[in-house]
């Protein structure tokens, strides 16, 4: 392994460990393993300033997918892109300090180094008059147009209804899975 694999495969290891998640959790979940990329650029710039961040790939498909939705009268924006191992922990620490157990955690929200967020490649897309991350958002214009053009633009709804991975639906959540199509 390279030593940088050796350093992030440790690191998730700890997060896991200080979390009290055990492999046996990690299996249950059939969840991938993710690696943080080597580089990344900014996609957007939050309205409170924070840079949502992706592989510089996504980050031009991003741009080119919002500025068609545009086009079309739809308007677009990030809620979340790439997270780090700590910011990962975060969110499943704050919910295991709310009492909820590993398995309902791990259907809303991936553990450290099994986030798709990890890639670089994963957005949680949002809409004016749309709360953030919510069932909802599917019932938006926003997310038909996604429904019907992200796919040219090499973006996929990871989590739909009934996944194999036995994620909660998560129609915000759509991944830059780099095959472009039409």
């Given amino acids: ?12 290891a700890r997060a896991l460990a ?23 650029a900014v996609a957007e710039r939050g309205m409170d300033g924070a840079e949502h961040c992706l592989i510089p790939e996504a980050a ?18 990030i809620v979340s892109a790439f ?3 700590d910011s990962q922990s975060d969110i499943v620490r704050e919910k295991l300090e709310r009492g909820m157990s590993l398995p309902t955690i791990f259907t809303l929200s991936a553990p450290p180094g099994y986030s798709e967020h990890h ?8 809409t004016p008059g749309s709360i953030p991350r919510e069932i909802p958002f599917e019932e938006t214009t926003a997310f038909d147009w996604l429904m ?9 709804m990871s989590y739909p209804r009934n996944n194999a991975l036995g994620f909660s ?13 039409g």
């Avoid at 019907?148 to 996929?156: Q, V």
């Fill in 1 to 12: 392994m390279p030593p940088d694999l050796d350093k992030y495969v440790i690191s998730v």
């Fill in 18 to 40: 200080t979390l009290g998640i055990s492999n046996e959790d990690i299996a249950r979940t059939r969840l991938p393993f993710h690696r943080e990329p080597a580089e990344l």
């Fill in 60 to 77: 031009a498909a991003w741009k080119e997918m919002k500025a068609a939705a545009n086009g079309d009268g739809i308007e677009l924006y």
């Fill in 83 to 85: 997270r780090d191992l």
């Fill in 119 to 126: 890639t670089g490649r994963a957005v949680d897309i949002n």
């Fill in 148 to 156: 019907t053009h992200a796919s040219r633009f090499g973006f996929i």
């Fill in 169 to 181: 639906y998560e129609p915000w959540h759509w991944y830059f899975a780099h095959q472009q199509t």
